[in-house]
């Protein structure tokens, strides 16, 4: 028999309060984007294979927040029968597969909108659908490779140094396949019709660096690292180490931004002309020594909200504390996590968390099946096409 429900739809607080997503489970960018989908209030239903992904899962991945955890086998007839059945009540199906697997399973795009015509069908892929890479391995810093966007990461000269993930994975990634669903969503009201979403960690990227584009088509852009205006090149935009081994950024582009800067270390006086190329490496030099001279702490005070653009680096486990962002409580504890808040904010129809990750695929089986209106959910656990951990 079905327990007594605990998972119920609508309980979502934001603008997407409404809107019913179905996600074929991957990992990295495709979780992230659903995560921001049901952060902001819609239906996500998560479909993961029997055991979980690799990399991914368990009680503390904030990826896989906010949604229930179902457990289908894909292998079994039964298993696609269950996900076309939820498409045909779903605005947004989300899979982040190589292509040509969901076609392969019973469940591409021609299948899924022959049971739903107005569904968003939403692919995420690091090199994308089509081309000669496209059915290639590869992650994060291999797609960010490629677009010319790692070269110039790093204020090291001799090698380029890979931001984690975050340029690729969901910088270019997540960040774009949101962009992509929410665009398709409002074309479909408009049209009646869905569409193929087609979010490539490659495409992405490229137009996230629009501005290095931009440099470079102007004669401006140097290629090579820590040599431009934003990379470490400028004395007063970059890392500066503290008397205790911290390190403040520094970012005094503007001349009255820079004119606070260094009356506030106290080198108005003999700081070099900073407009002058040849006096880069003595004012790089005396911004050195004076940061040198205190403590991270002692400086923060020293620059606490003024218009110097001057702000410490922080560990991660340090952010949550900082009184900006404990003022605007940009990191929550829920269900005993210290995690980021929903973002972005509206004034209207807030966000809230919901579910947290959950610590097994398919903890969440019987009763999400059933809240999206699957008929005999026992049936498909007792026949092995579905999985309650």
Known sequence: MIAPMTYALGQGTGPLQGI?????????????????????GAD??????????????????????????????????????????????????????????????GLGPEACHERNPRLV???????????PWAQAAGHDMNYVAITGTLFGLGQEKAKP???????????????????GILSALLESRISGKGQVVDAAIVDGTANLNAMTSAFLAGGTFREERAANLLDGGAPYYDIYETADGEHMSVGALEPQFYEELVTLLGIKETAPDRYDPANADELRALLAATFRTRTRDEWCAVFDATDACVAPILRMSEAPDHPHIKAREIFVEHEGL???????????????LGLPPAPKAGSHTREALAAWGIEDVDGLIESGAAVQA
């Open 44 to 105: 996500v239903i998560r479909v993961e294979r029997p055991g979980g992904q690799m990399l991914a899962g368990g009680s503390h991945d904030l990826l896989n927040r906010g949604r229930p955890s179902v457990a289908l086998n894909l292998k079994d007839p039964k298993a696609i029968g269950c996900v076309l059945d939820l498409v045909e009540g779903a605005d947004v199906l989300v899979e982040g597969m190589r292509p040509g697997v969901l076609e392969r399973l």
């Open 161 to 179: 140094q890979f931001p984690a993930n975050l340029v690729g994975d969901f910088g270019g990634g997540s960040t774009y396949l949101v962009i």
């Open 20 to 40: 019913k997503v179905v996600e074929i489970a991957g990992i990295g960018p495709s979780p992230h984007a659903c995560m921001i989908l049901a952060d902001l």
């Open 121 to 131: 069908f939403a692919r995420m892929t690091g090199w994308g659908q089509d081309g």
């Open 338 to 352: 210290v995690q980021p808040a929903p973002a972005p904010r509206f004034s209207r129809t807030g966000a809230t």
